[in-house]
């Protein structure tokens, strides 16, 4: 990669959801100018915007997506919680019912994870990236209500984008080219990037789905009086014999959202009264008890397209030089996992490890970043194909000996996480994205997961909270 007149030293991040805005602070320095193309006009205060539907929906930050993202922006673990998101430490903040009972709550405070809606948690990122830019060498703009259309360049090497207007007089929206030296596409899962390859005359990346199926549904309640709403959230995800989920969880202001989720067949409704019935046929009865002591806030927002998708940039020659793919764009994940702005931002502080690393950008470190944002994503991808795979469809990319017996393996592990504070911690370590799915199989978990009796969890939601 050299500077090329036009390009100068300006890289050009498409879509300012929170891939793009951390992908900023990976270039904080590395550049002259970041420019950020938007294509919606962000809302006053912190409210919902189109670009992001998924939104709506609940959003908790793993602990490992929680350190990345504040290694990438020291404080803004804090101004969140400023901002009202609430820390939920897992097993003890999160009521689990797994197919064999409730999970015991231990007392274990490893993994802080983060409950908040979507729009608050975006917009304190953004001020915050936004702040951390007027401190540095590297000026940023943001151009909102603008649309990437396309790539320019040659099948070598991506050397800008084509942008147009989204608002304004018809005559005013016509398109034009803004060179980069280099361009990340952080535009979520609808990303174009391949059509857009196909477009410079490149093969289009290979791309891998796992498809469980599964919709979601999700409602905002206030409990009706503060002093009875429950000491913790409560999770109780669907499992072959009951392939029907929930997920109930305070955020700020003391609000709480109902995620309701299914594979085919047995899809959430999005109509208030059959959603709160829904909610009786979940594996366990609690939440739906809850539900009388709460007000809906809301309307019930569906949601349907949650597949596992991966695309494989990071392989030799897929990408030309000068483009990098992040966050959804490059990987997207079956959203019950909670993984995807964890991934997000594990990857945006590989792409700054590796510029820093890599003496700054030059010729081939795109695809060396690259790569290290598919290593980042490697472990989410694991559990979340491996726990998928049972209800993938029959299009889906074929699950090899080494994926079913890991979903042998981790069906029993999950059982017995329910009830063994050893093996327990180790499956949040992977499951939170902080140690690497080896960390399941080292010796003193498997003889546990593999030859101590199956036994049952809680017979009820525990109140009490166990020391470890
Ligand atoms: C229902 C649901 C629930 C989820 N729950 C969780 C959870 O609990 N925990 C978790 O970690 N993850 C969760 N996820 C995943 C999470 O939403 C994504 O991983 C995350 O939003 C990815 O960030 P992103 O910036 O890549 O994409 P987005 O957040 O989707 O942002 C993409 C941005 O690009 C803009 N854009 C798109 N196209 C263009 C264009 N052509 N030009 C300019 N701008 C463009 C959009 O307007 C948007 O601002 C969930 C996902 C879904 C669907």
Redesign the pocket.
């Known amino acids: 990669m050299t500077e090329h007149s036009n390009g100068g030293r300006t890289a050009i991040v498409?879509?300012?959801?929170?891939?793009?805005?951390?992908a900023v602070t990976a270039l904080l320095g590395q550049v002259e100018t970041v420019t950020v193309?938007?294509?919606?006009r962000y809302p006053e205060g912190r409210g919902f915007?189109?670009?992001?539907?998924?939104?709506?929906?609940?959003?908790?930050?793993?602990s490992g997506?929680r350190h990345a993202l504040e290694e990438l922006l020291p404080g803004t673990v804090a101004a969140l919680g400023e901002a009202g998101a609430r820390g939920l430490y897992l097993s003890r903040d999160l009521l689990t019912r797994t197919p064999t009972g409730w999970q015991r709550r231990f007392d274990e405070r490893r993994h802080l994870t983060l409950s908040v809606t979507?729009p608050v948690l975006?917009a304190v990122v953004r001020e915050r990236v936004l702040g951390a830019a007027a401190g540095s060498a590297t000026r940023v703009e943001v151009l909102e209500a603008?649309?990437?259309?396309g790539l320019t360049g040659d099948a070598s090497r991506v050397t800008g984008v084509r942008?147009r207007p989204r608002d304004g007089a018809p005559g005013a929206r016509s398109e034009r080219e803004l060179p980069a030296v280099l361009v990340v596409d952080?535009?979520?899962?609808?990303?174009?990037t391949p059509q857009w390859l196909a477009a410079l005359g490149r093969t289009v990346p290979h791309e891998e789905t796992v498809d469980a199926g599964i919709a979601?549904a999700?409602r905002m309640y206030r409990p009706k009086d503060p002093a009875t709403a429950p000491d913790a959230g409560i999770n109780v995800p669907g499992w072959p014999e009951c392939p029907r989920g929930a997920v109930y969880v305070p955020v700020e202001d003391g609000k709480w959202l109902l995620?309701m989720s299914g594979v085919r067949g047995h899809h959430p409704p999005t109509d208030a009264a059959e959603f709160t019935a829904f909610s009786a046929t979940i594996g366990d009865p609690y939440i739906h008890e809850l539900l009388d002591r709460a007000e809906p806030l809301s309307p019930v927002h569906g949601?349907r397209?949650?597949r596992n998708r991966r695309r494989h940039f990071e392989r030799p020659g897929a990408l030309p030089d000068g483009l990098l793919v992040?966050?959804?764009?490059a990987c997207?994940?079956n959203?019950?996992?909670?993984?995807?702005?964890?991934?997000?931002a594990l990857g945006a502080l590989a792409v700054r490890r590796t510029l820093t690393d890599g003496g700054g950008l030059r010729y081939g470190i795109t695809a060396e970043a690259q790569r290290a944002v598919a290593r980042a994503a490697e472990p989410a991808w694991l559990a979340a194909v491996g726990a998928d795979r049972p209800y993938a469809s029959t299009g889906d990319t074929k699950a090899g000996l080494g994926e079913r017996l890991s979903t042998w393996y981790l069906d029993r592990l999950f059982a017995r996480a329910a009830i063994d504070p050893v093996v327990g911690a180790a499956f949040r370590d992977v499951f939170n994205l902080t140690a690497p799915p080896t960390r399941l199989v080292a010796p003193r978990i498997f003889l546990r997961t593999v030859f101590l009796p199956r036994r049952p969890g809680l017979p009820g939601p525990p109140a009490a909270i166990e020391a470890v």
Request: proline letters at 3%.
């Open positions: 498409v879509g300012g959801g929170l891939a793009g805005m951390l193309v938007e294509r919606d915007r189109k670009g992001v539907p998924q939104a709506r929906h609940l959003h908790v930050l793993l997506g979507r975006d603008t649309e990437v259309t942008v952080a535009s979520g899962r609808g990303s174009r979601y999700t995620t949601f397209d949650t992040l966050g959804d764009a997207t994940f959203p019950v996992y909670g993984q995807g702005m964890s991934v997000a």
